[in-house]
């Protein structure tokens, strides 16, 4: 089956430090997406990729469609406490349904 | 409302007893679908709903889990026979139509099975 390996699973970073992340998988996808999950809640959508190459950002999140289409990075600049959370990347498999997901990076922002 | 929505957002059953969770998707997205998640995981997709057609149910786990979606809006998860395992975060998401990938994630039900 289809098998996503995100690293790292955790980190602790000091307030304003820069974070980076990435996902690979075993096979290709047509879709990239990262997730942030708060406790208690559902994830929430940071950043979707479309294309090979595409680098996008969200204000200070900018993630990577890998051009071997099997990894992504995501990586946030200059962290604040509300960055704390679990971040997930997750891919889709051409003409599949479903996303899989990664086993998620947890985060933590040392003030 | 303007999100996906979930309930009961918490449910503790006993063993062996069955339990219904409730999605109600955003309004006008076409597909639909349910996730769990354990305890430190990631989401494992359970099945997807689209518009009229025949559901993939190929992430359910074993035939004590159904679903069903009334009206292509509100979907029902079922989960017979309740056993610990099965205690775990479900997460209902939704899409819209057109194509996009971008799924839009409730707050989940956790449920605890004694």
């Known amino acids: 089956g289809q098998q996503l390996n995100q690293s790292p699973q955790s980190m602790f970073i000091q307030e304003g430090e820069d974070v980076s992340m990435n996902c690979t998988s075993s096979?290709?996808?047509?879709?990239w997406l990262w997730y942030k999950q708060d406790p208690g809640e559902g994830p929430v959508l940071l950043i979707a990729?479309?294309?090979?190459?595409e680098l996008t950002s969200n204000g200070r999140l900018t993630a990577q469609f890998g051009i071997t289409r099997k990894d992504s990075f995501l990586n946030i600049s200059a962290s604040i406490p509300s960055d704390v959370g679990i971040y997930f990347c997750?891919?889709?498999?051409?003409?599949?349904?479903?996303?899989?997901f990664g086993t998620g990076t947890r985060l933590t922002v040392i003030p | 409302g303007a999100g996906v929505s979930q309930s009961p957002s918490n449910k503790v059953t006993e063993k062996g007893k069955d339990v219904e969770l409730r999605c109600d998707p955003i309004?006008?997205?076409?597909?639909l679908y349910w996730y769990r998640q354990s305890l430190g995981q990631g989401l494992e997709f359970l099945i997807y709903?689209?518009?009229?057609?025949?559901?993939?149910k190929s992430g359910l786990p074993s035939d004590r889990f159904s679903a069903e979606r009334t009206g292509g809006s509100v979907s029902t998860l079922t989960i017979q026979r309740t056993q610990q395992e099965d205690s775990a975060v479900y997460l209902c998401a939704s899409i819209r139509a057109g194509g996009y990938s971008e799924q839009f994630f409730g707050p989940g039900t956790r449920l605890t099975v004694l």
């Open positions: 997750a891919g889709q498999e051409a003409g599949a349904n479903n996303l899989f």
């Open positions: 096979s290709i996808f047509n879709t």
């Open positions: 309004s006008g997205h076409t597909a």
């Open positions: 709903f689209q518009g009229n057609s025949a559901p993939d």
């Open positions: 990729l479309y294309k090979a190459g």
